[in-house]
Nanobody
Framework: QAQLAESGGGSVEAGGSLRLSCAAS????????LAWFRQAPGKECEAVAA????????YVSIYLQGRVTISRDNAANTFYLQMNHLRPVDTGMYYC??????????????????WGQGTQVTVSS
């Protein structure tokens, strides 16, 4: 069964860091575009960052540039989101996603077919 599983969420103080991981099972990530999305309470889901299938290019939401880095390890069938200088507004459920792409922006959820269950990130002031 194809699954994505996030880990690494938790509670941190403002200014802290977290590294989220997303491990795939039942399928290979190597030929897929990968992304992270998040949803804050009462708000719509928004893109955080994406990395294309060959890993040569990454895209980061303008609201998070300079604070997050997305990376992938195809050998481990896992990808990551490093988040630094966290702020209370970064609080939310973080989801990883993988997909073949459908010609949409890499930060569009329409490109992604596989989704994890989410990991909670809480940033306190």
């Amino acid at each position: 069964q194809a699954q994505l599983a996030e880990s690494g969420g938790g509670s941190v103080e403002a200014g802290g860091s977290l590294r989220l991981s997303c491990a795939a099972s039942g399928f290979s990530l190597s030929d897929l575009h990968l992304a992270w999305f998040r949803q804050a309470p009462g708000k719509e889901c928004e893109a955080v960052a994406a990395i294309i299938r060959d890993g040569s290019t990454t895209y980061v939401s303008i609201y998070l540039q300079g604070r997050v880095t997305i990376s992938r390890d195809n050998a481990a069938n896992t990808f990551y989101l490093q988040m630094n200088h966290l702020r209370p507004v970064d609080t939310g459920m973080y989801y990883c996603a993988a997909g073949i792409g459908r010609g949409e922006s890499y930060l569009s959820p329409l490109n992604y077919d596989h989704w994890g269950q989410g990991t909670q990130v809480t940033v306190s002031s």
